[in-house]
């Protein structure tokens, strides 16, 4: 690679996420082309891409189809605003289409630029429902300990993650956690129905810790824990918390952002968790990643109120490029590739992600694995019998990430040992089995 490119990089590109000063030692490694599951870098080295990007380019690289449905829109009505009354084909197209094949009544669709403006959203949007209730009182908002959702100012309270928040000093005294449903190291041990019980005592006691139902606003979780090292909750664990949501008059906001679009198997994880929340945000593989857009999904009772609330005044929110005319087209795009065979491809290779890891159990590295569709990961210990975490010193993370990458595989490897795997649904079963493969490889690189 050039090594001006790398100075360049080092001098000006702020990167998202990272240590500065370590970026600045190692240098940025550039991703050039890609095409399919497989992405090239500027040396010529070609890896499959085991993570989609940042688990979000779900059609995978290189759709010619996708290309021209962003070119056509781009001649055709490069933007439109969605403020004074006006709107675009597109956008209203796919906020159609989404509502038809959203669970329940989902039926309103406020686009964003991506995840953490989406989040973000249904805060303001929560607080302007219970004020138009006349139960300004709620205020209060629940969500996950290791869960993410985003770094926006306010979203980012929500974020459970410590680098999220250390050094940054933005008080958060609105917003709480309780425990992650985390199976692997529950207190409660692994067993489904003990894991669910706890889960739902632990949200009941933390409302009435706040001062009870009147107190709280809403309950956020992901189907399944993505950045907190995706952590699968036990079947039925998101129905129980959903109940207890309702039960509780508490709005429940399922944050799929990760996990729409097929990541799981279905469109929706919802769907498949048997649970219509009141609000549901996606991103991500809503255009796969080829343009910027996310979307928040309102149930019925939840725009109703805000619509009546509002009467003839605005709802003061939105931006310059909310339902923008490119990624809906885009979107709209994905959605037919999706359809199309995408997700009934993803299905299988998923089934063939998670048989390839669950071969990787008796490796002496791998505590557990888990996962569930093309979103799957194996959490590394010292030791099997004690879960002993394995070192967070030295920064073998990103020794994993290096290995793996000179192997020819990108995954994810969080800071505590755990690998991320979320890649793209069209992977060939050649390229499900080189991830395996090069996964065995570095584990034994590891040892
Ligand atoms: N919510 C969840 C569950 C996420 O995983 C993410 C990003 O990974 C976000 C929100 C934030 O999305 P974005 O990075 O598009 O802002």
């Not at 429940?252 to 919802?270: K, M, N, Q, S």
């Amino acid at each position: 690679m050039s090594t001006s490119l790398i100075d360049l990089d080092r001098a000006h590109l702020v990167h998202p996420v990272a240590s500065y000063r370590t970026h600045e030692q190692l240098g940025v490694r550039v991703i050039a082309s890609a095409s399919g599951a497989t992405v090239t870098d500027s040396t010529g080295h070609q890896l499959v891409d085991g993570f989609a990007g940042l688990w979000c380019v779900n059609a995978g690289y290189g759709h010619e189809s996708i290309v021209e449905a962003a070119a056509k829109q781009l001649r055709t009505l490069p933007y439109a605003t969605g403020y004074f009354g006006l709107g675009s084909e597109p956008a209203i197209e796919l906020a159609a289409e989404l509502a038809k094949r959203a669970p329940g009544d989902l039926n309103h669709v406020y686009f964003t630029l991506g995840g953490s403006d989406a989040v973000d959203s249904t805060i303001r949007f929560i607080r302007y429902y219970w004020n138009m209730r006349g139960k300004a009182a709620k205020d209060q908002f629940i969500s996950l300990e290791q869960g993410y959702h985003g770094s926006s100012t306010i979203g980012a309270g929500l974020t459970a993650l410590p680098a999220f928040h250390a050094g940054f000093s933005v008080p958060y005294a609105w917003q709480h956690k309780i425990p992650s449903h985390n199976v692997y190291r529950n207190p409660v041990g692994s067993d489904p129905a003990a894991v669910i019980a706890a889960s739902v005592a632990q949200l009941r006691q933390k409302v009435a810790e706040l001062g009870g139902p009147e107190r709280v606003a809403a309950f956020y979780a992901e189907p399944i824990q993505g950045s907190g090292g995706v952590l699968v909750p036990p079947t039925g664990w998101m129905k129980a918390m959903r109940d207890v949501c309702r039960e509780l008059d508490i709005l429940f906001v399922a944050d799929e952002v990760i996990t729409g679009f097929g990541r799981t198997g279905p469109l929706f994880a919802c769907s498949e968790d048997d649970v219509v929340p009141d609000f549901l945000t996606v991103a991500k593989g809503l255009t796969s990643g080829y343009v910027p857009m996310g979307a928040v999904f309102m149930s019925e009772h939840v725009y109703q109120t805000l619509a009546d609330g509002a009467g003839s005044s605005a709802v003061g929110h939105g931006y310059t490029y909310s339902a923008h005319p490119v990624s809906a087209a885009v979107g709209l795009e994905v959605l037919r590739l999706y359809e199309g065979g995408l997700l009934e491809n993803g299905r299988k290779a998923g089934a063939r992600l998670m048989e390839g890891l669950n071969s990787l159990k008796n490796h002496p590295l791998v505590g557990d694995v888990r996962g569930r569709g093309m979103l799957a990961a194996i959490e590394l210990v010292v030791d099997k019998e004690k879960k002993t975490p394995f070192p967070a010193a030295a920064q073998p993370s990103r020794r994993i990430f290096d290995r793996a990458w000179n192997n020819g595989l990108v995954i994810r490897a969080f800071a505590d040992g755990v690998l991320g795997y979320a890649p793209p649904l069209c992977c060939t079963d050649s390229d499900i089995d080189a991830i395996i493969q090069r996964t065995k490889l570095t584990l034994d690189q590891t040892l």
